[in-house]
Each structure stands twice: as C-alpha cells, then as structure tokens.
C-alpha cells in the first residue's frame, strides 16, 4: 500500500504554510479493568498506514519542500510483558514510508518549533463529528487545545480534505476490498452449510464470524445483522436473539476488514434452505433490481440515478404482484437508499456530490420489507466503478434462488 501516495495527494491539494496534525486516537476505557476496541482515526490510516493508539502524524507544507514526521510510542519490556510487543520505528517506516520517526514525548516541541521558526497560517486536524450529541473524538479534544495555544492560526478539518482523496480507491485499496469480500464469501459459505431451524440468530452470526476470523479478517466491518422472518424488516437490527423459524427467511447484513478496508454484504437464505413461492416471489423481484443497478453503474452515473432504477423495478414490481396500486407508492416497502461508498469505513463519505467515477466503490443493495408478510429481503453486492461500467466484486457470493437452494442442500 503507498500511504506515501496517499500523502503527497493531500500535500497538492493544501496550500503552502500549512500544518498537518493528525493523531491515531487512545483506547477508551469500559471500564476500571479494560478498554473498547480501538478503531483506529480513518484518515490517520490514510495517510500513515499505522494501527497502533497513541500514535500522531505531523507534516509541515512551505514553499519549498514538506517535511513529514510519525510519533510511536517508545517499546518498553515492562509494558510488552502486560500487553504485547510495540512496534518499532523500523517496521513503522517500513509501514508509512515515513523516514523522520520519533517517539511522542517530542510531539509538543515539534510543534512548537513549527510555530516558532515557519510561517503557519492554517493547521489541519480530523474535526468531524456524526452528531452533535457525540462525545469529541481524540483529534477534535486536541484541536481545540491547539486553537486556544495558537488562536491566530486558522484551523482546517483534515477529514474533509481527505474524504475527497478517499472516494477513488488505487490498486491496492481496491486489492484489500476485493480480499475483504472473498473472505465474506466464505464466511457465508459455512453459514449455508450449517443453516437450519431451530437456530438462534445469534448462533448463525457466530458462524459466520469465526469463519471470517479464522480466514484472518481481525474485525467486522460493523455489527452482523441476522434478522430472521419479521426481524429482517428492521434495516438495522443488531441484537439477533430471536430464534430462526422453519419457512423463515434470514436476512444477513455483513462485511469484515481486511487491512483495515471493508466489504459491506447482504444475503437472504430461507431457514429451512427451501423459499417458498411467495417468498421466491418477492426474492427474485429484488434481484432483478439488483441486476439492473449493476448494469446501469458507470461513470458519470449518480447514485441518485442508480436508487431511482432500483424503485422503478421495484415499484413495478409490486404493482404486478398487487401489493401496491402505483409504483409511487414504493416507499411502503423500500424505505432507503441503494447505494453508498465503500473504503476505510464501511458508510464512506462523499464530499464531492454524488457523481460516480472510475475507482469509487460503492454498494448495491434494494430490498423489500414487508412486515404483514414478515418477509425481509436485501441483496447487496460491492461494485468497483470501472472506466466504462462497474466490477462486481462479491459476483462469486452466490444469490441466485436455485443456486443457493442447490447449495443449502
């Protein structure tokens, strides 16, 4: 991977007397014993490559060159007794293609040296936040701790300078995704091979994660759904606790990380490994709008234009199927979008409209959700935009009705 790369698209696209500072993130206590997972700041990974909490990144833009510098922590034995071995500043550089590593403690006179001797008009930090409500993140705590020691230098989010660097992915980038799905279809593999009534939805999602982890996924891209018969109307249903009824459907929202880059996927598999009539019914119409998607996704192409194919088969489709008595009313059964970026983070942000162009990875995911029925369906693929059409890189997750009743039995 060329974070090197990464780096120098950043560096031309911010002006001269700049500063870069961007930090790793901390492990978050859960308590007085342990920590949450750590996920590392997404445009930290960008740029540096490095997983490791307690980390930070600096660079400096002048008019003659940028001068770049990582901050590890320094290996100490007593800590890597406890908790593991550090990585050194050796296989740091190997990592970033950084050459100016040091440890943190230097951090705070490394800047204060860039305030002191250069020009700095602007400093650049990771500023974004989900909602108002949401604790600060890391980097935005330090950013506000740099604005009251330095309140003459005008800040600048570095996640929104880098969103835009991110949407199209290079060789590698694409390398990782394509990984990351094929050891989501294995995972969802072992789970056909094992599906049956009787099971707890929490059971098929352990399947499906130990599967992917001994393939070598180190973490979901985000919380497995497995939604059995009414619990698949739920878009975002987590808790999978419900037993899995015979003539069911399971619909299974999923994805790991490989090198830190996500697959986003979704299957529905009948319980018992047979779709019923009316199951198949509503199953191969959303398929169909699947197809459709796939065909029409190019460069030049929005996303708006892709969802608007997605309710039109669909709305038609229900229409037939007398659901529905005008294809406008297909909100009553597809109530979201059908396609969103796919990278470092599994809902990648766009900052450049909603235009698709080669190298952007995005989803493709129509459902039905049909409560009185409890019938929920959703086929999701991940979809590399190529110079003249799209990729479909889970095409060998198979979800052809036949194919999957074929495979289950």
Not at 149 to 163: G, N, Q, S, T
Not at 347 to 352: A, C, E, N, R, S
Request: aromatic fraction near 10%.
């Amino acid at each position: 991977m060329s974070f090197k790369e990464h780096r120098e698209k950043l560096y031309r696209s911010i002006p001269e007397n700049t500063l870069v500072i961007a930090y790793a993130g901390v492990p978050i206590h859960a308590n007085e014993d342990d920590y949450h997972a750590f996920e590392v700041n997404s445009q930290y990974f960008y740029l540096t490559g490095v997983m490791r909490e307690n980390t930070a990144f600096l660079a400096y833009k002048s008019a003659d060159k940028t001068r770049e510098t990582l901050f590890i922590e320094e290996p100490d034995p007593h800590s890597e007794r406890w908790t593991g071995k550090m990585p050194t500043k050796e296989e740091v550089k190997a990592i970033s293609g950084i050459e100016d590593v040091q440890y943190v403690p230097g951090l705070e006179g490394a800047i204060s040296m860039y305030m002191g001797r250069y020009s700095v008009e602007r400093a650049y930090f990771d500023m974004y936040r989900c909602g108002m409500n949401d604790l600060p993140d890391y980097n935005l705590v330090m950013a506000e701790r740099f604005r009251k020691a330095y309140p003459f230098v005008e800040l600048k989010d570095l996640h929104a300078a880098c969103v835009p660097l991110r949407e199209q992915k290079d060789a590698d980038e694409v390398e990782c995704v394509r990984k990351a799905v094929d050891i989501t279809r294995q995972g969802l593999e072992f789970v056909m091979k094992n599906l049956k009534p009787g099971m707890m939805e929490y059971q098929v999602q352990a399947d499906f994660e130990y599967a992917c982890r001994r393939l070598g996924a180190a973490r979901q891209s985000f919380p497995t759904i497995a939604g059995s018969g009414i619990n698949g109307c739920m878009m975002h249903y987590v808790t999978n606790h419900c037993e899995v009824k015979d003539g069911s459907l399971i619909l299974l929202d999923l994805g790991v990380k490989y090198e830190n880059y996500c697959s986003d996927i979704t299957r529905t598999y009948p319980a018992n490994g047979k779709f019923s009539p009316r199951q198949r019914e509503f199953y191969e119409l959303v398929l169909k709008a699947n197809k459709a998607v796939a065909a029409a996704a190019k460069p030049g192409v929005t996303t708006r234009d892709l969802n608007d194919i997605a309710r039109k088969v669909l709305g038609e489709g229900l229409v037939a199927m007398g659901k529905i008595a005008e294809a406008s009313e297909v909100g009553k059964y597809y109530m979201h979008g059908v396609s969103h970026s796919i990278g470092i983070d599994v809902h990648d942000i766009t900052f450049t409209g909603d235009v698709l162009k080669p190298g952007w990875i995005i989803s493709n995911e129509p459902g039905l959700y049909v409560d009185e029925e409890e019938i929920g369906i959703r086929i999701e693929d991940d979809l590399l935009i190529t110079e003249d059409g799209c990729e479909v890189l889970s095409k060998d997750i198979i979800k052809e009705p036949d194919e999957i009743e074929k495979f289950m039995a």
